[in-house]
């Protein structure tokens, strides 16, 4: 009987030992990220989208999804940033009373997105999840989740949590984004709080949707589902992609850094509302970059605390004589944690064509003395 026992007890120790192997993740270190222990900068794109508002779910999604993984990992891009449910013409699925009550109607979208995820991992590529776009917000019902906690809470119940439950321990999924610029769709107004008073990045741009949605309900929106996907997955990072500096630090006289723990645990009512790093646009004003912009200072002149990536940006829509290939160089040599070019459909006023970013993307191959760029993602 004992040599029975005994094998028994060898076979419980290696289940133990499975068990407690666990995915590597993109984690913060001080102002760095890394993965697997080691610096790294985050070399991509933004795809943002295939069919804007519907490549997950309803049976949306696509295999060209799949393909530019592809093509990225291939040209030696490391990640990329995705635009999930952009502003809710398709999913979530709402009721008549704008209620979410699912992810989608065919209870497609969680495994859209997880097979995403399989497919950026067998190319070595982390994926950022942007979830909202407030850059340019038409759907009421969407709008009605930053307006109304009710409804916010049956997105969260009804589809957030699933999704993350689905994904969660992902070694692709690299961070979660509320929503993408939603400076666009803010008020612009003064308050006492000084994380609601818009008057300074209002005199820079912000607003331009006409939505008129408080600062403080927008941090609000995005501090609880911040909150309610650590409470699922806390090795998930979080960012948001602000549409330039002006929002995101207090280092300069044209900014004020509205994403503080400060300001997001305030508005959420919580303590685990903050981002892990942040995250800011670039885009030249007609010909030269706009005051303080990331491609004329060093990462640490933001005096932040966390990472910082350069979230979007292109060549056609930068300062005369800035290459594609001179752009990402610039990201990596100045301290930012990555810079994901704008965008691989290739298409729009400011997105450089599908060539111009695969050829972009191979400028960093190799380096490693500002953060490994070819990483391996198991």
């Not at 993984?69 to 009373?97: K, Q």
């Not at 699912?102 to 969680?110: I, P, S, Y």
């Not at 995101?248 to 994403?259: E, K, M, P, R, V």
């Not at 450089?352 to 198991?378: F, N």
Request: glycine fraction near 10%; hydrophobic fraction near 35%.
């Amino acid at each position: 009987m004992e040599p029975n026992v005994n094998i028994k007890l060898l076979l419980l120790l290696c289940l133990a030992l499975v068990g407690s192997i666990t995915a590597a993740r993109l984690k913060v270190s001080g102002t760095n990220l890394v993965y697997n222990g080691e610096k790294v900068f985050l070399n991509g794109v933004n795809y943002a989208w295939y069919n804007y508002g519907y490549d997950f779910g309803n049976g949306g999604y696509s295999d060209t999804l799949e393909q530019w993984l592809r093509e990225i990992g291939a040209a030696g891009g490391n990640s990329v940033r995705v635009w999930v449910h952009v502003e809710g013409y398709s999913t979530p699925e709402f009721n008549s009373d704008g209620y979410v009550v699912a992810c989608d109607r065919t209870g497609q979208f969680e495994d859209d997105v997880l097979r995403f995820l399989n497919v950026a991992r067998d190319n070595n590529i982390l994926v950022v999840l942007v979830l909202w776009n407030g850059a340019y917000f038409t759907n009421q019902p969407a709008i009605n989740l930053v307006w109304e906690d009710s409804k916010l809470d049956s997105y969260i119940d009804n589809c957030l949590n699933s999704l993350m439950h689905k994904i969660k321990g992902h070694p692709a999924l690299g961070a979660v984004e509320a929503v993408n610029e939603p400076e666009g769709s803010v008020r612009v107004e003064s308050s006492q709080e000084h994380c609601y008073d818009t008057t300074l990045i209002g005199q820079n741009g912000a607003g331009w949707t006409g939505r008129n949605i408080p600062m403080e309900r927008y941090l609000r929106f995005i501090g609880r589902q911040n909150e309610a996907v650590r409470a699922i997955d806390p090795e998930t990072l979080i960012t948001l992609g602000s549409w330039g500096q002006f929002a995101q630090s207090d280092a300069f006289g044209n900014t004020h850094n509205h994403y503080s723990d400060e300001c997001l645990n305030n508005a959420a009512g919580g303590s685990n509302a903050g981002l892990d790093f942040y995250q800011m646009h670039s885009y030249a004003w007609g010909s030269t970059w706009s005051p303080n912009a990331p491609f004329t200072v060093d990462a640490a002149d933001y005096g932040l605390d966390k990472p910082n990536v350069i979230g979007e940006y292109a060549s056609v829509c930068a300062q005369s004589g800035d290459s594609l290939p001179a752009l990402f160089k610039y990201a990596y040599e100045h301290g930012y944690s990555g810079g994901w070019s704008w965008h691989y459909t290739g298409s729009g006023e400011c997105s450089d064509t599908r060539q111009a970013q695969l050829d972009a993307l191979g400028t960093l191959a190799g380096r490693t003395d500002h953060g490994k760029v070819d990483i391996v993602v198991e």
